[in-house]
């Protein structure tokens, strides 16, 4: 019969001039997105305390080290872009995890995923999200990735560490996900979805964070498995 040693585990996310709009959600430090056009924030939520989270290769027969872990925080942001257009409305969705690393190897596993699904399709497909990137600069350095739906361009201020790739599903009339395999390597991963929308219409959202989890037991020898565990915000 197994016995449990020890379980880690997460419980529960041109250059033109731009409209610089403050984001409170993490104090430290600042982040903000930003676009081409005003913006008000519909809808914000972010979760109160940190969740732990545990990365890891799976091993059998020997105790795995060293493995990367810290705490991770999750906010989200509904904006309504302002427009012209009579027959439409245009609406994003930011994602926020902040994450901290506190003890491990960065480049060990811990695959981590945060994504946004809206309940209404664009309009004459226009839409777009942050694309996949790799980082060229420090921790602690923010980069700018930038999105653009034609009437308007919009960006966000990721801080990831040089050499770690975030990837993007690949934004649909719906909406966008993205993924990092080594959340060691992030700071605060920030990613946005921008749609088009019939006029007066508010799309509802659904949004995931998925978070590293990692288990190591011992009986005749020692295990560990990884997974990943979601926080969800739903009809956001």
Not at 97 to 124: E, V
Not at 133 to 144: G, I, M, R
Not at 211 to 230: E, K, L
Request: glycine letters at 8%.
């Amino acid at each position: 019969m197994n016995r449990r040693w020890r379980q880690w585990s997460a419980r529960v996310t041109a250059t033109a001039a731009f409209v610089l709009l403050a984001v409170t959600g993490f104090a430290t430090p600042a982040h903000a997105w930003s676009s081409s056009v005003s913006a008000s924030i519909a809808k914000s939520s972010c979760t109160p305390t940190a969740t732990s989270w545990f990365g890891g290769y799976p091993t059998i027969g020997i105790f795995p080290y060293p493995n990367p872990q810290g705490t991770v925080k999750f906010c989200v942001y509904k904006l309504k872009f302002a427009d012209t257009d009579s027959t439409a409305d245009y609406y994003g969705i930011v994602l926020q995890s902040k994450w901290t690393f506190t003890k491990g190897s960065r480049d060990y596993p811990a695959a981590m995923n945060q994504s946004a699904y809206s309940n209404i399709g664009a309009l004459s497909a226009v839409y777009d999200g942050t694309g996949s990137f790799t980082s060229n600069v420090s921790c602690t350095s923010p980069l700018t990735i930038g999105l653009n739906i034609g009437v308007f361009s919009a960006a966000v201020t990721p801080t990831v560490c040089s050499g770690f790739k975030v990837t993007a599903a690949g934004a649909t009339t719906t909406g966008d996900s993205w993924s990092s395999p080594k959340a060691g390597g992030l700071t605060t991963l920030e990613t946005m979805y921008v749609q088009k929308v019939p006029q007066g219409k508010v799309p509802l959202f659904s949004v995931n964070f998925g978070i590293p989890q990692y288990d190591v037991w011992f009986d005749t020898q020692w295990h560990s498995t990884t997974h990943i565990v979601y926080q969800y915000w739903n009809n956001f």
